[in-house]
């Protein structure tokens, strides 16, 4: 690692902690237990004189069995329930609304305990019974990604750890699947992709602190190979996202040339498309077992030609990768149209032919704006300050 991206990753992270959320001590003093690392956790049991058993115990009700109630925790002796409860919640975030789509995919709306808000969508398979979670990890984006509809809602504040591992629980709520399944049982919230508002790696200790927690075999239990983090091209964080999480990653790569992304993906006038497809080469645990998937929106007249498709296949030659085509999904106001399927398939095609998987990707929940791209919640910025 040079110590040129060491000191531009330092400098990503101190600007994103400018956007962390505020302090989550409720009014009357409790604090939230969840989103809490399991040191912290004992932390917190040590500072009211509990062995690290008590944590041990806590952690598999909240994360095992879902349990938000300490009264329900009955393998827990009735004075220390009434004495945790005193001192402590285990919160989920407010649902402000839910909505289902016709073809059954359901997106939440959540409010924090400050008014933010933002989006979350199960998507479930078609055919089995087994579906995915997709999180958000910021109100807004500092991004602005021009076919994006998160994009043109401003970055108000990173997601706290507890706050994106909430939306997780919520939704399992929804679904009723507690207690934890089982890792050889199907369930329903099977995966989870971190693609919903905002940028993963700009808001890098708070997503990486939750996923540990959902990863954590006494408790969500979720493989790293079920979670799958999409990044703009945050180039200097990629290395650590998978030396430390070691999760699937997607790269929003949408166009081959330099002058094309600058301008759809204002991020590459500072990571270049040479530098990202760098980061994927050695990104750790890429194999054929565990591609990366490199995601590609399509837009009409824009980057869907036969050329860009070869060149396409020439800048990942080598990468063991998949390409997941998504036709790009309108918002209101937005600027493009989705390419014709002809273009689609040709585009996809000339991959396939080149020994890349490249499924053309069926819009899910488009009637109640829930699929890629179109999330945006009323959030609006409440203090100006410089983005990451
Ligand atoms: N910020 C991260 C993750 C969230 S976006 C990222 O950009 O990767 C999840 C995926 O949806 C990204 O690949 C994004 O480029 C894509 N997307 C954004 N707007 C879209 C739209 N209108 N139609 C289709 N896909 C879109
Ligand atoms: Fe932000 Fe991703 Fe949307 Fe770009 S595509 S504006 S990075 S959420």
């Given at each position: ?6 000191t ?16 989550a001590?409720l009014p ?55 004495k ?34 933002v ?13 995915a ?10 991004l ?43 369930r ?49 964080m ?12 997607a ?10 992304r ?11 498309i ?15 077992a ?9 837009l ?13 296949v ?10 997941n ?32 998987a ?15 791209g ?15």
């Amino acid at each position: 690692m040079s110590d040129l991206t060491a000191t531009e990753r330092e400098r990503i992270l101190a600007k994103s902690a400018l956007f962390n959320p505020p302090d989550a001590t409720l009014p009357d003093g409790r604090r939230d237990l969840v989103g809490l690392s399991r040191e912290e956790l004992a932390a917190e049991m040590a500072a009211i004189g509990e062995k690290p058993f008590r944590a041990k115990q806590l952690w598999h009700w909240i994360y095992h069995q879902g349990e938000t109630d300490f009264a329900k925790m009955t393998s827990i002796a009735g004075p220390m329930r009434a004495k945790l409860a005193e001192r402590f919640v285990v919160e989920r975030p407010g649902i402000a609304t839910v909505q289902t789509s016709q073809d059954e995919t359901r997106k939440f709306l959540f409010r924090f305990r400050d008014g933010q808000q933002v989006e979350t969508v199960y998507i479930p398979d078609r055919h089995e019974d087994r579906g995915a979670v997709c999180i958000s990890t910021q109100v807004g984006c500092t991004l602005s990604c021009r076919f994006c509809h998160t994009g043109t809602q401003k970055l108000v504040r990173n997601l706290g750890a507890a706050e994106i591992v909430g939306q997780f629980m919520a939704a399992r709520d929804s679904y009723g699947e507690w207690p934890s399944p089982k890792d050889d049982k199907p369930r329903l919230l099977s995966t989870i992709v971190v693609m919903g508002m905002g940028e993963p790696l700009y808001n890098y200790e708070a997503t990486a602190k939750a996923l540990r927690i959902i990863m954590d075999h006494e408790g969500i239990g979720l493989s790293r190979r079920r979670i799958t983090l999409s990044t703009s091209g945050v180039v200097p964080m990629m290395d650590r996202c998978g030396e430390e999480l070691g999760v699937n990653l997607a790269v929003s790569l949408h166009a081959v040339t330099n002058e094309l992304r600058d301008e759809i993906v204002p991020l590459n006038r500072k990571y270049p498309i040479e530098a990202l497809i760098e980061a994927c080469r050695r990104y750790p645990g890429a194999s054929n077992a565990r591609r990366i998937t490199f995601e590609y929106v399509m837009l009409r007249g824009v980057n869907d030609s036969e050329a860009e498709a070869r060149e396409l296949v020439r800048l990942i030659r080598g990468i063991p990768a998949k390409v997941n085509l998504i036709p790009f999904n309108p918002w209101p106001g937005s600027p493009y149209e989705t390419s014709t399927l002809p273009a689609m398939t040709r585009f996809a095609d000339i991959l396939n032919d080149a020994g890349y998987a490249s499924p053309i990707r069926r819009p899910r929940g488009r009637d109640i704006l829930a699929a890629c791209g179109q999330l945006k919640t009323e959030s609006e910025r409440r203090r100006v300050s410089a983005a990451p």
